[in-house]
């Protein structure tokens, strides 16, 4: 007789894209390649700046081993998968003369992306700015924008017929704030509010710029950018706490979302924005992007800081749950957010570009990583997804980051955020428990 029992069913839609993200810089290796050029991050590490003393001069050595790397996608059920391009690659001075290898490279990587059966989702900007275009003064430099619109236009003419959704920047917020404000990112800067400002708006601008020379270069490409989204509260109902989250919120949410979505800059800022934007900015910052990407990994908790950049500080989230990074778990915040973000913004198309968690993985002597934290972490914010598009969120697709083990910046290599292990001894691959569970719920087509 026929089996009567039907399967559970699906709480993502048949057309839900699944997969992962990375960014070049932490998984190429091959720095010195094929006449790539320097990248503030080469730079940041020969001054000692990683904090295990590790390099990215190997990486993953996915610059060859990337046929590897895919058919695991492809085992996987991937559908789509983000990836950067490396801007000292394609134009190893930042400006000026194209390098031909370079953009073979990633000729090879779309097609055999696309062989696979894959979506490829390409991203101008992860972080690896050309070193000369830092002594040029980078993004403190309005001139940048001109050289990134170039850059975007150069890419889009060589790769524009097979990759159809294009993503300006990875994080701007993130590139402000580490890299120009803290000092714990490339190029390892300090340069107060109104530096970290300036180089949130010279993002904005060259975004803005790289969306027309790319939709001038090529139509009917799927156009976007990528923000790392988290939703701020304050530690305590002290007013100059409820102040200090609403600065930090403007700073780090509202200035890279509301640039590219509106046209503005918050009230909140207009002090320190100051002689920064100039007459005719708002409407080349302001763009009808196709698809927005949300990287998210917490909230932020702040309290009033005195001497802190926006004297915002972080203050205690009051959590039970730690990744490995000490960063809160906290799956509630993805959903708050994509539900604010409907509400704010009008429901335009999101996915989740990137989430996911480091942890002390453990292989055992069979060569296994049992990584039940990160199933769990993964399993709670794959779900936080499905309740907000029950809630009529506008979510197309979900990207863990990331596949690989790979190189986090000032960390090195000692943090891990890979599904997959990487052996940095012989490069050996081995997808963890949460590379299975992952599979299996994009088979599924729900939380397995
Ligand atoms: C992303 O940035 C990057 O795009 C990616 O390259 C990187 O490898 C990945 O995430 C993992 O780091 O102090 O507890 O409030 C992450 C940006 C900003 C996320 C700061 C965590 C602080 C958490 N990060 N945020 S907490």
């Not at 003419?157 to 294009?166: F, P, Q, T």
Request: charged content about 25%; aromatic content about 10%; some cysteine.
């Amino acid at each position: 007789a026929p089996s009567v029992s039907a399967a559970p069913a699906r709480t993502f839609p048949e057309d839900f894209f699944w997969g992962a993200s990375s960014a070049a810089y932490q998984i190429e290796g091959a720095t010195e390649a094929d006449g790539r050029g320097p990248s503030v991050w080469d730079s940041f590490t020969a001054r000692g700046r990683i904090k295990d003393g590790s390099s990215a001069r190997v990486a993953c050595d996915h610059y060859h081993r990337y046929p590897e790397d895919i058919a695991l996608m492809k085992q996987a059920g991937f559908s789509a998968y983000r990836f950067s391009l490396a801007w000292p690659r394609i134009i190893p001075a930042g400006r000026g003369a194209v390098n031909p290898a370079g953009l073979d490279f990633y000729d090879r990587l779309v097609d055999a992306i696309l062989a696979a059966g894959i979506r490829p989702m390409a991203c101008l900007f992860h972080w690896d700015l050309p070193q000369p275009l830092e002594d040029a003064g980078g993004w403190r430099n309005r001139a940048i924008a001109d050289a990134f619109a170039e850059y975007a236009r150069v890419a889009v003419r060589r790769l524009g017929d097979r990759v159809g959704d294009w993503f300006t920047l990875n994080e701007p917020n993130v590139v402000a704030i580490n890299g120009h404000g803290t000092d714990d990112h490339a190029p390892g800067l300090r340069l107060g509010e109104k530096g970290v400002l300036t180089v949130l708006h010279h993002q904005n601008l060259a975004q803005g710029d790289a969306f027309r020379a790319m939709r001038a270069e090529r139509s009917g490409l799927r156009l976007g950018t990528v923000c790392n989204l988290q939703p701020a509260r304050a530690e305590s109902d002290r007013p100059d706490d409820q102040a200090a989250a609403i600065r930090w919120d403007a700073v780090w949410n509202r200035v890279p979302l509301d640039g590219v979505m509106r046209g503005a800059v918050p009230d909140v800022l207009a002090p320190w924005f100051e002689g920064i934007v100039q007459p005719g900015d708002l409407d080349r910052i302001r763009f009808p992007i196709d698809l927005l990407g949300i990287n998210y990994y917490s909230r932020m908790t702040m309290k009033h800081e005195p001497g802190r950049l926006f004297d915002a500080g972080w203050g205690d989230a009051h959590c039970q749950r730690w990744t490995g990074m000490g960063w809160p778990v906290q799956p509630d915040g993805l959903y708050d957010l994509l539900l604010e973000f409907k509400q704010l913004y009008g429901n335009p198309a999101v996915f989740i570009a990137e989430n996911g968690a480091a942890y002390d993985d453990v292989v055992t002597p069979d060569g296994k990583v049992h990584d039940a934290e990160r199933v769990a972490f993964l399993r709670d914010h794959v779900a936080a997804v499905g309740r907000a598009l029950a809630e009529g969120c506008n979510v197309k697709g979900y990207l863990v980051w990331s596949l690989l083990d790979n190189f986090e910046w000032a960390e090195g290599l000692s943090k891990r955020f890979g599904i997959v292990r990487v052996d940095y001894d012989t490069l050996q691959r081995i997808p963890k428990d949460s590379y299975h569970w992952f599979a299996e719920t994009i088979r599924a087509g729900r939380v397995v």
